[in-house]
């Protein structure tokens, strides 16, 4: 009896530890993302910056809106995040998705790689726009925008916004 | 601990158990269920037959009437925070603000909490004010008692149920009265819970720790409590379960960093308020096994290292009863009143942190203490703590060839590496591979997955240990010994303690000597 359950804990153990992340993203991008994810959780700022990405102040996004420009704007949160309240016009797609599901997720929403791509999520300390970014570029998309002060800029400056499913 | 060997008077020289100690012994067990729990919770979030996040039940709640007498304050801090947003122009956090401070006027607890989490989503100190509202009006007292609430209580009931009789029966404990009794602890744990989740207590800073205790103090001292009853009461069962899954919450590199300093200061702490203690035992004339015993209780870590410098000397185990409900008493109002002075005098929480470490006796009041102030604090004090844990081997091992070169060859035992094996507390093990785990093999997405389900389970025992203190310990046991002269000396002893820790936190922590250490 008791043998078994010595068993019964070494087996549980040992499955925990095989914990498995299907990736088919380059190793750079990987640790990237994990560097990001580190930052996020002991609360430090996001870079101010990445190469080859521009960035796009909460004004500028807001014109782009109003001047019904053609770009895509995604927001870059989990779904819970998304339905409280989201910028008008956003589609959802997380890194985490990316990270699941592969690229096939981003290519789920239509987006090509040559759509103008604007990234958002919970601002400087959050690591998903970011995160996003990295896989994206990754995968080959060229043309991706940072709003890294994210949502709550927005909300701040009195930007409309969407809420619900 | 007390109740083991009810028929010798003198306390157990401990033996050299071999493999069998690995299940017949308390430190032993509190390490596998601390594994147990973190094994089940890690394979049940990797292959997501349950949702870590969703297992925690709630406990806060707040009345109609508790709103209402807040909802004034809550108003004039808003005015602030929309003057300051309309200087720096940000028209969306006005209006939101703005209109929070109108639901507030209503007083509809569903407009008032829509509205406070439209302000938590600004971020910053807004946001911080719209969550704690928000909190606030959407505790409203029946969602405790909802079924799914209640469900998850359940549950973990059954879990902890289960796990405990399993190690209690290698322990080779009395089943049958703990598995009546236990459900009687639970509740009465459960009680406090629901207590400390009011709003009031919430705003005082009193967590659950202290109604757990107040409710054991208060059944076991105005009630004689059934022999069968007992059985379930183990505190240091349920205090050492909790700290090794308290592991799973301690990165690595925070001990390590703090585990240095933490064993700087527990050797000061140790060396001078151990001697100081017997010196003034001796002015007293408390008899040198009872002042061993009381040094160590003061210097080291209250219960455990009572019961070690006890076995050590071969003390008289009514002195070392004695001598840990001193310890669980003074602990009380010291847990108490310390965070209230960390937190009045401006001590940072880090260094607060350590001084609790170093001087409350019990593993479970600093953590009790540490967490009334912030979680760096608690982690601190626990990190402190554990270094003194860890010296109590060596302790045990220098106390005991002290006393066998008093005592003659007459002891009979000569002192070996076995020794401070024996005396070493085992479930630190436990803590530190849980801590190792956690830190090096895990990824972080898993970390963060479970930390929150880890923590309610560790509160669960901690909860169910400090009922257990309450239930254990009596008034009337300290005024009858030797004239209340061993307990003065406690008292004055624990009184230097606390001043000289003080200064060594200071010193240590504080960033005087060294770097202020990066723990959260």
Known sequence: ?165 | MAEENATSTVCPIPQSEGWSALWKNEDWLAVWIGFFIIALVLVLNQFKVVDMSKVTPSFKWATDGQIASRAAGWSSALDGLIASAEKAGEQGTVNRLKGLKDALAKGDRKEIAAAAERVDRIGGVPGAVGKEIAGHAKAVPDKVFTSANMMKVFQIFILFGVVAVLGLYFFGANIGKFIIGFPIVFLLAWLSRFIAGNASPIDWGIEYVVFALVTGLVISNFFTLPEWFMEAVRTEYYIKSGLVILGAGLLFFEIVQAGFLGIIQAVLVIFVVWYFCFWLCRKLKVDDDFGAILSSAVSICGVSAAIASCGAIQGDKKKLSYVTSLVLIVAVPMMIVMPWAVKSFGIPDIVGGAWLGGTLDTSGSVVAAGALISEAAMKTGVIVKFSQNALMGFAAFALAIWWSFKKGAETGEKPSARVIWDRFPKFVLGFIVASAFFSFLLHIDTVSATKSALGEFRTWWFALAFVSIGLETRFTDIVKMEGGRPALAFIVAQAFNVVWTLILAYLLFGGILFAVPDIK
């Open chain 1, 1 to 165: 009896m008791k043998k078994y359950l010595v068993y019964a804990l070494v087996v549980a153990v040992a499955m925990t530890g095989s914990a498995v992340i299907a990736a088919n993203f380059s190793d750079g991008a990987m640790k990237q993302i994990e560097e990001l994810k580190t930052l996020s959780r002991d609360k430090k700022d996001i870079p101010e910056s990445f190469a080859g990405v521009k960035k796009i102040t909460g004004e500028e996004l807001k014109s782009w809106i109003d001047q019904k420009k053609a770009f895509v704007l995604l927001d870059n949160r989990v779904p819970a995040d998304f339905e409280k309240e989201r910028i008008i016009g956003a589609k959802r797609l997380s890194p985490d998705d990316m990270l699941e599901k592969g690229i096939a997720a981003a290519e789920a929403l239509g987006l090509k790689k040559t759509d103008i791509i604007v990234n958002y999520c919970n601002g400087v300390k959050c690591w998903r726009s970011s995160g996003a970014i990295v896989l994206l570029q990754d995968a080959g998309y060229k043309n991706l925008y940072w709003f890294r002060d994210g949502i709550p800029d927005w909300i701040k400056k009195g930007y409309p916004t969407a809420e619900g499913k």
